[in-house]
T-cell receptor, first 113, second 112 residues
Framework: DVKVTQSSRYLVKRTGEKVFLECVQDMDHENMFWYRQDPGLGLRLIYFSYDVKMKEKGDIPEGYSVSREKKERFSLILESASTNQTSMYLC????????????FGSGTRLTVV | GDSVTQMEGPVTLSEEACLTI???????????LFWYVQYPGEGLQLLLK?????DKGSNKGFEATYRKETTSFHLEKGSVQVSDSAVYFC???????????FGAGTRLAVHP
């Protein structure tokens, strides 16, 4: 069964900590995406990547960075976590042209205290 | 730019009731259209899709028909179950290197 795996389902971090959220896919997809989901705000795209070592800003990149050193892995980094980054984070992947849709991971619920 | 508009929720139904969740899109050309479902505490799962006008996508008793004339892709189910309680997202894809555009999501609650 093809899969997008997010390393943690739940995380609690302290304000100011550096936080890494990891995402791995086994479908040989070129594209990978990071979204955050908040009540009433739907899905908001943070960053995406079309290839290894390539990244593009989404709609809300402030306070985040990403890394894609290997095709199957896409990491989201919170350089200095803040309470307003408490959210559900969703990773997704797709082929180069997205006509087959995206495959999502199960999500990481991050709480920053 | 492209956009997807869904009916606002929450939608609350009794078990075995009929469901319709409205979705309309704006796009240049003829996008592919998708419905995703998100169960509590989970990520999104692809529920069904349609790639051209008049196509009908179906899965798990849900259906949606791609209506070019009304730019719509409404999700329907004839008899909902408690286990259908989830958030449903409509999405469009306009081809090439474009990204999927998601609607805001519609929460469905089904009571016994």
């Amino acid at each position: 069964d093809v899969k997008v795996t997010q390393s943690s389902r739940y995380l609690v971090k302290r304000t100011g900590e550096k936080v890494f959220l990891e995402c791995v896919q086994d479908m040989d997809h070129e594209n990978m995406f990071w979204y955050r989901q908040d009540p009433g705000l739907g899905l908001r795209l943070i960053y995406f990547s079309y290839d290894v070592k390539m990244k593009e800003k989404g709609d809300i990149p402030e306070g985040y960075s990403v890394s894609r050193e290997k095709k199957e892995r896409f990491s989201l980094i919170l350089e200095s976590a803040s309470t307003n980054q408490t959210s559900m984070y969703l990773c997704a992947s797709s082929f180069r042209t997205g006509g087959s849709g995206y495959t999502f991971g199960s999500g990481t619920r991050l709480t920053v205290v | 730019g492209d956009s997807v508009t869904q009916m606002e929720g929450p939608v609350t139904l009794s078990e075995e009731a009929c469901l319709t969740i409205n979705c309309t899109y704006t796009a240049t050309g003829y996008p592919s259209l998708f419905w995703y479902v998100q169960y509590p505490g989970e990520g999104l799962q692809l529920l069904l899709k349609a790639t051209k006008a008049d196509d009908k996508g179906s899965n798990k008793g849900f259906e949606a028909t791609y209506r070019k004339e009304t730019t719509s892709f409404h999700l329907e189910k004839g008899s909902v179950q408690v286990s259908d309680s989830a958030v449903y997202f409509c999405a469009s894809y306009s081809g090439g290197y474009n990204k999927l555009i998601f609607g805001a999501g519609t929460r469905l609650a089904v009571h016994p």
